[in-house]
Nanobody, 115 residues
Framework: QVQVVESGGGLVQAGRSLRLSCAAS??????WGWYRQAPGKQRELVAT???????NYADFVKARFTISRDSAKNTVYLQMNSLKPEDTAVYYC???????????WGQGTQVTVSS
């Protein structure tokens, strides 16, 4: 059974940093991704990382956010620096199962950035 659990969200002031964690278990995953959804908006891609370490970022987070992976812990991180109020959203982790057309979502973690 695949489980995806995010953690690390919270309330921070603009300009500060947060690090989100996504721990997945129950399978081998080929792609890990962070997405976010602000109130009244569609869910959008933030960053992805493949099992080979290839990363991809949305333009709005380049140079501020960094996605990384600890293979031994089966965990992916999203380091978020220079946070802005517009980064306020629920952040979700999605993993894609290796060799299968299935993906799994976590329950999300709230990030709130105050001005």
């Amino acid at each position: 059974q695949v489980q995806v659990v995010e953690s690390g969200g919270g309330l921070v002031q603009a300009g500060r940093s947060l690090r989100l964690s996504c721990a997945a278990s129950g399978s081998i995953f080929s792609i890990w991704g962070w997405y976010r959804q602000a109130p009244g908006k569609q869910r959008e891609l933030v960053a992805t990382i493949s099992s080979l370490g290839t990363t991809n970022y949305a333009d709005f987070v380049k140079a501020r956010f960094t996605i990384s992976r600890d293979s031994a812990k089966n965990t992916v991180y999203l380091q978020m620096n220079s946070l802005k109020p517009e980064d306020t959203a629920v952040y979700y982790c999605k993993v894609v199962q290796h060799g299968w057309p299935y993906d799994y979502w976590g329950q999300g973690t709230q990030v709130t950035v105050s001005s």
